[in-house]
């Protein structure tokens, strides 16, 4: 029996997840080309590991990006289907549903965000909430609640 050892042959899974840390996508999603290429390298990790949900939420922000509303719902919804749920992924689905108008289901996901930012916020470390050279999360905190109320209200006026 002959084994043969190729190195240096990394599967497009392999290298996706390679690019993926090493250009940080997590982090923040910036629009341009790099952005069409990180949607291709988060679609080849996601057939590898289906599993991961944050992989469907930043290739989501990516789709958002380019303005791929259905697309980047579809991938939100994923991560609540794989319970995955935090403040921010439906603050950001209502977003979404916002741009197209689907106002009802926007607002319930501005709510739902709400009361999962809220919940979040009291299990913070009280030392956490103070102001750093990151900024001041309690501000940012009582900045995040006023503009969900703002979004509910116009939601809730749309809706019929």
């Keep these: 029996m002959i084994i043969i050892v190729i190195f240096g042959c ?4 392999e290298k996706a997840f390679e690019e993926i840390d090493k250009r940080e996508i997590y982090a923040s999603p910036i629009k341009g080309e790099e952005s069409l290429e990180e949607i291709e390298l988060l679609t080849n990790a996601i ?3 289906p599993e991961l949900s944050a992989l469907y939420f930043y290739r989501a922000e990516q789709f958002e990006l380019f303005g791929e509303y259905e ?6 919804q994923t ?3 794989q319970d995955w749920v935090f403040g921010n992924l439906f603050y950001q689905k209502g ?6 108008k689907n106002y009802e289901t926007a607002n319930v996901d501005f709510q739902m965000a709400k009361r999962l930012i809220e919940e979040e916020w009291e299990e913070w470390p009280e030392e ?5 050279h990151w ?3 309690r501000l940012e905190h009582q900045d995040m609640l006023k ?5 509910m209200s116009f939601t809730k006026s749309r809706i019929k």
């Excluded at 697309?71 to 939100?76: T, V």
């Design 10 to 13: 990394e599967s497009k899974y």
């Design 47 to 49: 057939e590898f590991k």
């Design 71 to 76: 697309k980047a719902i579809k991938d939100y």
């Design 79 to 81: 991560c609540i289907e």
């Design 95 to 100: 977003i979404c549903e916002l741009k197209l």
């Design 128 to 132: 956490e909430k103070e102001p750093n």
């Design 135 to 137: 900024g001041n999360p």
């Design 147 to 151: 503009e969900l109320e703002e979004r």
